[in-house]
């Protein structure tokens, strides 16, 4: 029972597109878990058609209409060209994914985020707690895997810029609560807690943090961690 | 707690014109269905997005995005369904999908090395794709009209943020709004919505019959 939701503002930012990438990829995953957050999107959704029903309607130039109908008549003959047409891609995941309990039934746009070489790249932040980066396509945030050992607790710390939870597999608790799969925490700077996972299994949480420190210019360029970051 | 809803037995299909013309253009690539719709449309979304200049998106873009929208309709139309979603809801998404992909390639974002899409990023649809409809929960007509009752701070913020596809943080450092003036106009604005389409909705009811 998913107990914490992202809150309007946030599925408001989601449905009218305007949210960062990393942040989407985790509500999209909440979404795909949680049928209510889903049907509260969906109306999110019909109020944008009715905005875009109501926007002040601007003629728009003969050629642009022509220049779709010519994209479409060229794509029709590629199309019938091919014998097959290709079915949609079904995301096969890497055997390595498949045999783990923990991976096996990820949301799929998180399962879209795995290294395709099914090597996740761990790593020991500390005697309870593994990391792994994943890469989104954007700057703005570290996205990565959490994975907490069964009744592991992770060292009390504070956070330099916001943090998004999603518990994905297992549960852990903090002083103000006990958090299963499908629940989506925010804290915010300031805000101190020291989580520990349940006894019984390890937990894996999909975590995105604001950057630290914002580093600009040519020289963050070279050293911004996403591209320095290169799954073996 | 919420009761997950049963799936209704008539699942019936929608009568809208647009949406009989959407699913015609999926199911037989009807071209002159198309034309109607990119008629209704396509000046729509000009000027939904011209209700959008911002740096990082240029006027001139305007028709540029109407004809990235329009074929995006074409291509995506086979997999549309009047079952789960009305026409302009559903174009409504695939236009701001567009617009983030648009968007994200003027900023220069770094592309993933395993190719994560915006569609996959903007996809509410779980693995096993059997969405649980609530469709009639509140239909695209009643939203409409009650948005339009909104007090014009609001419903003013509310296009804001959807237009211009922005975040609140981005509409408060522009307007000079506090963000957490922002945050709880969106917030109590959403809530008068549900407010006013549920009391519309009552007046309705006779007709539907009671819902679940």
């Not at chain 2, 592309?111 to 609530?134: P, R």
Request: charged share 20%; hydrophobic share 40%; net charge neutral.
């Amino acid at each position: 029972m998913i107990k914490y939701h992202p809150d309007d503002n946030l599925l408001t930012e989601y449905a009218s597109g305007g949210l960062a990438i990393a942040l989407g990829v985790s509500v999209c995953a909440h979404l795909q878990l949680c049928v209510q957050c889903r049907q509260r999107v969906e109306q999110l959704n019909k109020l944008g058609a009715a905005i875009l029903s109501q926007s002040q309607a601007e003629a728009v130039a003969q050629s642009t209409f022509e220049t779709v109908i010519a994209r479409i008549e060229k794509e029709q003959q590629v199309v019938s060209e091919q014998v097959h047409v290709s079915a949609p891609k079904k995301l096969a995941l890497h055997p390595a994914y498949q045999h783990d309990p923990m991976l096996a039934n990820l949301p799929k746009v998180i399962a879209k985020l795995l290294p395709s070489n099914g090597k996740l790249a761990w790593q020991r932040s500390s005697p309870a707690l593994k990391t792994a980066r994943l890469i989104a396509g954007q700057r703005e945030y570290e996205v990565a895997f959490q994975r907490i050992n069964s009744g592991g607790k992770v060292v009390e710390h504070d956070h330099n810029g916001m943090e998004i939870t999603l518990v994905l597999h297992g549960s852990f608790s903090d002083e103000d609560g006990v958090y299963t799969a499908g629940d989506f925490l925010v804290r915010n700077p300031g805000e101190i807690h020291r989580p520990t996972a349940t006894q019984n299994q390890d937990c894996l949480c999909l975590s995105v943090i604001e950057a630290p420190v914002k580093i600009t210019g040519m020289l963050g360029k070279l050293i911004n961690p996403f591209l320095s970051f290169k799954p073996a | 707690m919420v009761s997950i809803p049963t799936i209704s037995s008539d699942k019936s299909q929608r009568q809208d014109t647009w949406s009989c013309l959407l699913e015609q253009v999926g199911r037989v690539r009807d071209q002159q269905a198309f034309a109607q719709l990119f008629a209704h449309f396509a000046p729509l979304i000009k000027g939904f997005c011209l209700g959008n200049l911002n740096a990082n998106f240029p006027a001139d873009a305007a028709e540029e995005i109407v004809q990235e929208v329009m074929f995006k309709v074409w291509q995506k139309a086979p997999g549309y369904d009047s079952s789960k979603a009305a026409a302009s809801t559903w174009i409504y998404t695939v236009m701001r999908n567009c617009r983030i992909d648009l968007m994200r390639r003027n900023q220069r974002q770094p592309h993933s090395s395993d190719g994560i899409e915006i569609d996959d990023i903007w996809d509410e649809s779980d693995d096993e794709g059997a969405f649980v409809y609530l469709q009639q929960a509140s239909n695209e007509a009643l939203i409409e009209q009650s948005f339009t009752q909104l007090p014009p701070e609001q419903r003013q913020v509310l296009i804001q943020v959807y237009m211009q596809g922005k975040t609140h943080q981005q509409i408060a450092s522009e307007t000079g709004l506090p963000l957490g003036t922002v945050k709880s106009r969106v917030r109590i604005g959403l809530k008068k919505l549900q407010t006013l389409i549920v009391g519309a909705d009552k007046s309705a009811e006779k007709n539907w019959g009671p819902r679940i």
